[in-house]
Nanobody, 125 residues
Framework: QVQLVESGGGLVQPGGSLRLSCATSGSRLSFDNMGWFRQAPGKEREFVATTVWSGSTTYYAESVKGRFTISRDNAKKTVFLQMNSLKPADTAVYYC??????????????????WGQGTQVTVSA
């Protein structure tokens, strides 16, 4: 059974930083495409960032470009999201997502097969 487990969320002041982690287990599959999405109260789940192992490629939402960095450690089957210069608008539950193969639908939540349970990020003074 595939499991994705996020950690690293919490409460941070505006301008602060957090690093999220997502560890995968229970699968012989190698997930070529892993990403992060977020969902704020009353809003739809939205794309944040994604990484493609085969092409060493990353993509970001415009709202986080230059502030967030996605990376992965394939040996540990873990993906990270370094979040800097956080804003109150970044407050949301952050979800890790994975799928075996990359395609150009990386920004769509329904394109991913596996999801974590989410971790809360709150940016507030």
């Amino acid at each position: 059974q595939v499991q994705l487990v996020e950690s690293g969320g919490g409460l941070v002041q505006p301008g602060g930083s957090l690093r999220l982690s997502c560890a995968t287990s229970g699968s012989r599959l190698s997930f070529d495409n892993m990403g992060w999405f977020r969902q704020a109260p009353g809003k739809e789940r939205e794309f944040v960032a994604t990484t493609v192992w085969s092409g060493s490629t990353t993509y970001y939402a415009e709202s986080v470009k230059g502030r967030f960095t996605i990376s992965r450690d394939n040996a540990k089957k873990t993906v990270f999201l370094q979040m800097n210069s956080l804003k109150p608008a970044d407050t949301a539950v952050y979800y890790c997502a994975a799928r075996p193969y990359y395609s150009n639908t990386y920004y769509r939540a329904d394109a991913y097969n596996f999801w974590g349970q989410g971790t809360q990020v709150t940016v507030s003074a």
